[in-house]
């Protein structure tokens, strides 16, 4: 059973288009992360969400917006995409102290 | 700006040499992870240090937190093709569990 999961794997849309990456974790954790990495491989956290309730949001332009339908699915949705937003996105869950467990990515290009 | 900075950026060795990787700051930090990631996978967790000056060992890794919890070192014995990929440190200074992550350090481990 795969613990953090994520799809699409890939998206590749065009700017100006409005996209969905959804995450699910089945750890039982309360605690969970998007991050985006960029082509140097430098990882920024993003979003964390703790029992559906939005805990850190990092300067993030408004056009991403998370959202947590219960503890176990956090998704992203990104409005009016940018070349600019082209990246790997990484879901993360934690159970609160010390320890993260990553999903597989999901790699955005923006054409 | 919190910064984590690792060196080196790039190491390319041959099997059986030993190395060491650095993860440093001017922050100090309640808690430090090492994370190893592989192309098109998510970062795996290697282990989480916690207390000043502790070594944790994880076969033939082992990890160190500086006393002043500002900085941290990864040395790898007899290096291994299997332990190419890209390390990076990642910690946590407010205990808010927003996790700052390194720069990296990509380790190539030529047979």
């Known amino acids: 059973d795969t613990a953090v999961s994520q799809t699409p794997k890939y998206l590749v849309t065009q700017m100006g288009n409005d996209k969905s990456i959804k995450c699910e974790q089945n750890l039982g954790h309360d605690t969970m992360y998007w991050y985006k990495q960029d082509s140097k491989k430098f990882l920024k956290i993003m979003f964390s969400y703790n029992n559906k309730e939005l805990i850190i949001n990092e300067t993030v332009p408004n056009r991403f917006s998370p959202k947590s339908p219960d503890k176990a699915h956090l998704n992203l949705h990104i409005n009016s995409l940018e070349l600019g937003d082209s990246a790997v996105y990484f879901c993360?869950?934690?159970?609160?102290?010390?320890?993260?467990?990553f999903g597989p990515g999901t790699r955005l290009t923006v054409t | 700006t919190q910064l984590l900075e690792q060196s080196p950026q790039f190491l390319s060795i041959q099997e059986g040499e030993n190395l060491t990787v650095y993860c440093n700051s001017s922050s100090v930090f309640s808690s430090l992870q090492w994370y190893r990631q592989e192309p098109g996978e998510g970062p795996v967790l290697l282990v989480t240090?916690?207390?000043?000056?502790e070594v944790k060992k994880l076969k033939r890794l082992t990890f160190q937190f500086g006393d002043a919890r500002k900085d941290s070192s990864l040395h790898i014995t007899a290096a291994q093709p299997g332990d190419t990929g890209l390390y990076l440190c990642?910690?946590?200074?407010?205990?808010?569990?927003?996790?700052?992550f390194g720069t990296g350090t990509r380790l190539k481990v030529l047979a």
């Open positions: 993360a869950s934690s159970p609160g102290a010390n320890e993260q467990y």
């Open positions: 240090v916690v207390t000043g000056g």
């Open positions: 990642a910690g946590d200074t407010s205990g808010t569990y927003k996790y700052i």
